[in-house]
């Protein structure tokens, strides 16, 4: 099968990112070409970023100076949209991503594995190339401050588009609007973003976004903004230590694709020393390269799998359990292990239900999430079943962590 490869346009606006920017042009180049990236400077004073800018201008980058003031931030989406329609006259790409400086492009694989090679990219955008919808991504992958394998899973909204499609965006590349169609459709593509930055950075990178915003960054006034950006407030409001504890509440799994693809492109770790250092603070004594230590830290999720048991119902001589699974956000799950005391049994569905709100969650017009499974009510009590223990299971044999169960069931059967 040939192989084709998507002429993809890559747009970013980005202001004193001295850190990311050039690890940002490194990586992406290595997979687009360094002519397909195309690089807004908004008004840069940091003698760093600006020499990387001419330095790797002077190699072949486009690099766009005319945008220098605050407001041409508010205006990003019309900007780089602007830029996009330009190139469409050119007639020579294909496909067009938006994106942030702390943003890299991966996609997710079938198999689960987060893959940061050019060819599986290229796959996956052509695989949509014929499509008129407005494209979304899978998900981001917000880094861990204190580790560079663990990563936090966020459903967010970020749009791409193909060639002859595009008719307009928002500022932060979250809504698009397309000139054919009024639909949406996620892929497989992901992104990395470098979201959790060390606090000093954190901060000042906020500070920049809240100055045209904000009237005053005095703490009582920040806990009362209500307005654009008020994500951002917190950053004024905590500690260092309490951002640390924020951020690792949540869940996180172990990815390594974009570490090894960094050590192969020679691209030093975004904040190496300072996540070092906010690791000694969170967990004073621990070394990064005590990764048993450093895992404990996190709340480890198992991400390949969702899926909630919604409702258990008596019928006649069956217990009918209703729910949704997903395998990857995008593979509804047919087969599944129910767990008693006396043993386990593999159940398959009797029959898949349209489930409007999770296929809006992931994108998809008309794919069946839902479930219906029907288990006498013999064999459940020959299983021992007491509280509902019901697995997903793929058809290599391996079995997925417990669905939640709707408090209401979970004593359903001990109850009857």
Known sequence: MTKVKLNTAILMMQKNESELLDKWIIY????????????????????????LLLDWQNKGLSVEWAYSFKQDFESKGKILGDKIQSLECLNIFDCYIPLDCDEFLAVQLDSGRISCEAEDIF?????????????????????SPISDSW?????????????????????????????N????????IVQFHF????????????????????????????????????HLTKYFLLSEAEYLEAVLKASYGNVK????????????????????????????????????????????????????????????EFIRFDGWS?????LPITNFVLVGENGELDVEIDSSVFRADIANLFGFKDTKFGYIIKVPLGVIRQ??????????????????????????FKTFINDM
């Open 28 to 51: 992406h180049s290595e997979i687009f070409g360094l002519s397909n990236l195309h690089v807004f400077d908004n008004g840069s004073d940091d003698e760093q970023t600006k020499k």
């Open 123 to 143: 796959t996956e955008l052509a695989s949509n190339s014929e499509c008129q919808d407005v494209l979304l991504i899978d998900a981001q992958f917000f880094n």
């Open 151 to 179: 990563f936090h899973r966020f459903e967010n909204r970020k749009c791409f588009f193909m060639k002859n499609t595009f008719e307009s965006m928002d500022v932060g590349f979250h809504w698009g609007k397309v000139k």
């Open 181 to 188: 169609s009024s639909f949406e459709k996620k892929t497989n």
């Open 195 to 230: 979201h959790n930055k060390p606090f000093v950075d954190a901060r000042e990178h906020a500070r920049n976004k809240l100055a045209l915003r904000v009237d005053s960054f005095d703490k009582e006034y920040l806990a009362n903004y209500k307005g654009n950006g008020r």
């Open 257 to 316: 694709s974009l570490a090894a693809k960094f050590e192969e492109l020679n691209i030093e770790w975004p904040y190496k020393i300072k996540m070092e250092g906010s690791l000694s603070i969170f967990s004073p004594g621990t070394k990064p390269e005590q990764l048993d230590e450093v895992k404990s830290l996190h709340k480890v999720v198992e991400y390949r799998f969702r899926g909630s048991v919604d409702q258990i119902l008596c019928e006649s």
């Open 326 to 330: 997903s395998q990857m956000n995008r």
């Open 383 to 408: 299983l021992g079943v007491s509280e509902i223990k019901l697995c997903p299971k793929l058809p290599t044999g391996e079995v997925g962590p417990q669905l939640s169960v709707n408090p209401k």
